[in-house]
């Protein structure tokens, strides 16, 4: 079965996509994305990811390359060319084709919007045997709040995690207290079955799933913390685990080496996983 990807108003093969080589998203990494899962058919939390794309191109003032409406005609036209089931929904949109130069065009250039698809396993609400973190210096830029296509900081600390065996890096700032994982919100439950979680700021993305998941643990009656936790803080806790949308809710089961807890998924990441499965599953079908 082909499959297809939609550029700058076109579907085409997926095999040779393209974009011109003056595009800035491609010299200058000026540009945003976004990445909306697919569960049974369903795009998770479709409104918010939409809603955070819109700021981050307010943010970087970039003009929106077509309508929302557009914009939600064509995520779901793709899906359907592409028969996406489980999975992925990745957009994205750049400043446009501009003669090379720091600053923003002279002269009114269109926006370039892209989206590809990407098929999934389905995520089951048994969480597995937890994953292993591995702290690493934070080394971003201070507005971590837009979701840009700059992201070689995180590239490297991933790359550094997977490494050392581990599946996610936890970017620790100069202060000892962990910021984010490199492409996930980080989360622990203190010795107080407190949950905590850093509040959204400049040196954080608010995820989407982070945002949901804090609606689930307060129907839970769940105490919810959002501050800054040290790297030893984590170290120490009862449970700690991390958010996005490919990974849901994943319980942290080592951080650097050192076993966290028991050693085991605890019961905390493990029901809000369950809640958060139950959730993605109950949204509207995409026809």
């Given at each position: 079965?082909?499959?297809?990807?939609?550029?700058?108003?076109?579907?085409?093969?997926?095999?040779?996509?393209?974009?011109?080589?003056?595009?800035?998203g491609?010299?200058?990494?000026?540009?945003?994305?976004?990445v909306?899962?697919?569960?049974?058919?369903?795009?998770?939390?479709?409104?918010?990811h939409i809603?955070?794309?819109?700021?981050?191109?307010?943010?970087?003032?970039?003009?929106?390359?077509?309508?929302?409406?557009?914009?939600?005609?064509?995520i779901?036209?793709?899906?359907?060319?592409?028969?996406l089931?489980?999975?992925?929904?990745?957009?994205?949109?750049?400043?446009?084709?501009?003669?090379?130069?720091?600053?923003?065009?002279?002269?009114?250039?269109?926006?370039?919007?892209?989206?590809?698809?990407?098929?999934?396993?389905?995520?089951?609400?048994?969480p597995?045997?937890?994953?292993?973190?591995?702290?690493?210096?934070?080394?971003?830029?201070?507005?971590?709040?837009?979701?840009?296509?700059?992201?070689?900081?995180n590239?490297?600390?991933?790359?550094?995690?997977?490494?050392?065996?581990?599946?996610?890096?936890?970017?620790?700032?100069?202060?000892?207290?962990v910021?984010?994982?490199?492409?996930?919100?980080?989360?622990?439950?203190?010795?107080?079955?407190?949950?905590?979680?850093r509040?959204?700021?400049?040196?954080?993305l608010?995820?989407?799933?982070?945002?949901?998941?804090?609606?689930?643990?307060?129907?839970?009656?769940?105490?919810?913390?959002?501050?800054?936790?040290?790297?030893?803080?984590?170290?120490?806790?009862?449970?700690?685990?991390?958010?996005?949308?490919t990974?849901?809710?994943?319980?942290?089961?080592?951080?650097?080496?050192?076993?966290?807890?028991d050693g085991?998924?605890?019961?905390?990441a493990?029901?809000?996983?369950?809640?958060?499965?139950?959730?993605?599953?109950?949204g509207?079908?995409?026809?």
């Open positions: 079965m082909a499959r297809y990807a939609y550029v700058n108003g076109r579907y085409v093969d997926h095999r040779t996509a393209s974009v011109h080589i003056e595009d800035r491609y010299q200058l990494a000026d540009g945003v994305y976004e909306v899962g697919v569960r049974e058919g369903r795009l998770i939390d479709e409104q918010p809603d955070r794309l819109d700021r981050s191109l307010r943010e970087l003032r970039i003009a929106w390359p077509v309508s929302r409406a557009t914009l939600g005609f064509v779901r036209e793709l899906m359907r060319r592409n028969r089931t489980d999975g992925l929904v990745y957009i994205q949109v750049t400043r446009g084709v501009a003669r090379r130069d720091h600053a923003f065009p002279t002269k009114p250039v269109k926006p370039a919007l892209v989206l590809t698809t990407k098929n999934a396993k389905r995520a089951e609400a048994e597995g045997p937890g994953v292993a973190v591995k702290s690493h210096p934070d080394i971003r830029w201070e507005r971590c709040d837009i979701k840009t296509v700059a992201l070689l900081p590239v490297l600390a991933k790359q550094a995690a997977r490494e050392s065996g581990a599946y996610e890096a936890w970017l620790v700032d100069g202060q000892g207290r910021t984010e994982g490199a492409s996930t919100n980080a989360w622990i439950v203190t010795q107080d079955n407190e949950l905590v979680t509040q959204s700021d400049n040196g954080i608010a995820g989407i799933t982070r945002g949901t998941l804090k609606s689930l643990a307060k129907d839970l009656q769940l105490k919810i913390v959002e501050r800054p936790f040290t790297l030893a803080e984590a170290k120490q806790a009862k449970e700690a685990f991390v958010t996005s949308a990974s849901f809710v994943l319980p942290v089961v080592k951080i650097d080496g050192e076993t966290v807890g085991n998924v605890g019961p905390t493990r029901r809000l996983r369950e809640e958060y499965v139950r959730f993605a599953s109950a509207e079908q995409v026809t």
